[in-house]
């Protein structure tokens, strides 16, 4: 990789800029991607997934490591000659040119695999919605946010960011932020700040079914979040609900945690 242009000539080459539609902020200093990639690894020979690599310069840290396998999803093809130069002839590397929301990554690999990427700000939250609950789980994920996201996924009952990602979240995995990133860090700087999550899926997460009874829990209980869980349940049970679950109908969704909504994800299918 010594002998490529550094990621800003490349850009330059190619005339390529970011697009705001695609919610694109460019991660060029080689420092920071590659501490990155020692947060998410090591990889022990897996496969890796990174989404919206956009330029590279976190694909260029990826195939420094110990991974055996690269794949990268793009959606702005744009991007797709510049991503091309990376591959080094040694079949690590595949690129797939798809909307990430859409694709299927037990087509894409096999086996465990890591998922690291640097997510374009207006789809972070429903990507990670499908790993987490969809029917390919990846065995770590190590994501960027924007700093209010992340902040949203480690969130604790009672604190102002707790709400609907993080009860899904963390009844599904384990997640901790293991670094912060400062909008000038960033080609064009974003208005806010970032920061990097490390998840790690629970081995015993829900069930298919009792997932999408809990999306449809949360969804009713925080989309009403000042209410009581009567009032916001109430076209779920309300009261009988919350007491067939053994939690408080006159407490609000935001004091309630994690075990406490997997109650009423329960019950809510009984």
Not at 92 to 120: C, F, K, M, Q, Y
């Amino acid at each position: 990789m010594t002998d490529l242009p550094t990621l800003r000539e490349s850009l330059e080459a190619h005339g390529l800029l970011a697009k705001k539609s695609f919610g694109q902020h460019f991660l060029l200093d080689l420092n920071v991607t590659r501490k990155i990639v020692r947060l998410a690894g090591p990889f022990e020979g897996r496969a890796v997934i990174e989404v919206g690599p956009g330029p590279g310069g976190l694909t260029r840290a990826l195939l420094e490591s110990d991974l055996s396998r690269l794949v990268l999803v793009e959606k702005d093809p744009r991007f797709l000659p510049l991503l091309s130069e990376l591959d080094d002839d040694s079949g690590r590397l595949t690129i797939v040119e798809g909307d990430a929301l859409r694709v299927r990554e037990a087509e894409l690999v096999e086996g465990p695999t890591h998922l690291v990427s640097n997510l374009p700000y207006n789809v972070g939250t429903p990507l990670l919605i499908k790993w987490l609950t969809g029917p390919w789980t990846p065995c770590a994920l190590t994501l960027m946010f924007q700093k209010e996201v992340a902040e949203r996924i480690v969130a604790r009952p009672g604190d102002d960011d707790y709400g609907r990602l993080a009860v899904i979240a963390q009844a599904t995995a384990t997640a901790k932020i293991v670094m912060h990133l400062p909008a000038a860090a960033f080609t064009p700087p974003p208005k806010v700040a970032s920061a990097v999550v490390h998840i790690v899926p629970r081995a015993d997460r829900p069930a298919p079914d009792l997932l999408k009874r809990l999306e449809r829990v949360t969804g009713a209980a925080f989309g009403q979040r000042r209410k009581m869980l009567r009032s916001s349940l109430k076209p779920l049970g309300g009261a009988a609900l919350c007491q067939a679950a053994g939690v408080d109908p006159d407490a609000r969704a935001e004091t309630i945690d994690i075990a406490g909504f997997l109650r009423l994800a329960e019950a809510c299918g009984t």
